[in-house]
């Protein structure tokens, strides 16, 4: 079982404060709640226990609202005093993780049966894991190849196509699999354009497997406000 949620929510959310000007992306209203409630009450039902929040940019809004649990579960704060990237917010928040842990991109919400996505993950024994989704905004989303048995081959797709698979923002990961870096933890670095290449540089192996459910990514108003309607039904 996966027990441990680190959810990225550090990010300066440039292109929605128009929508949300006095809050964290995460925290933007939905039907007067955050959005980071609607994502934290999914992954409760899907057995997480302890949530790990990475946060910065207007943390306290974050901190001041949840405190130290949510509806009885666990939240711990991982405060970056400058902007660490995605990258250097997951680096942070896991480093004294010692099992299994999904990681959560804190402005989309994505319906992963975590099950499933474990049972694929130790089938392949993978030491990390997407969530994919399949999509035809190419020019919005890195579609990925994969291989029949789900080894992710290319982190953009070298095929000449209008529709494919996406990441997700979910990710299964072994403490193991961030062994493999030459970063430090405090160090900036983006999660899909350093780290990621990085990994698979070294020779490892990363898995992706598509999943149906609801995807909504509030980055941009006109999303979320179509995530308004997504979220109530």
Known sequence: MVS????????????LRQVAPKVPKPMAPINNRPFL???????????????ILSV??????IINHFGNSYKGISIEYVEESSPLGTGGGLL??????????????????????????YKFHLKRSSNWTFAL????????????????KGEIVSLRSNNNVLSGLANG????????????????????????????????A???????QECIG???DIGIPQDYYRSISILSD
Do not use: C
Request: hydrophobic residues 45%; aromatic residues 16%; charged residues 25%.
């Open 4 to 15: 441990t949620a680190i959810i990225l929510a550090g990010g300066l959310g440039t292109r």
């Open 37 to 51: 409630e609607y994502q934290m009450d999914y992954w409760i039902k899907q057995g997480i226990v302890k949530f």
């Open 56 to 61: 910065g940019y207007l943390k306290d809004v």
């Open 92 to 117: 942070f928040a896991a480093k004294n993780l010692h099992e299994t842990f999904v990681v959560l991109n804190g402005d989309t919400f994505f319906e992963v049966n975590i099950n499933s996505l």
């Open 133 to 148: 989704f399949r999509s035809d905004e190419i020019d919005r989303y890195m579609f990925m190849d994969i291989d029949q």
């Open 169 to 200: 923002g979910v990710y299964l990961i072994e403490p193991e699999a961030l062994r493999f870096f030459d970063y430090s933890i405090g160090d900036k670095v983006s999660l899909e354009n350093e780290l990621l290449p990085s990994y698979i």
């Open 202 to 208: 070294k020779g490892n192996a990363l898995y992706g």
């Open 214 to 216: 609801k995807f909504i």
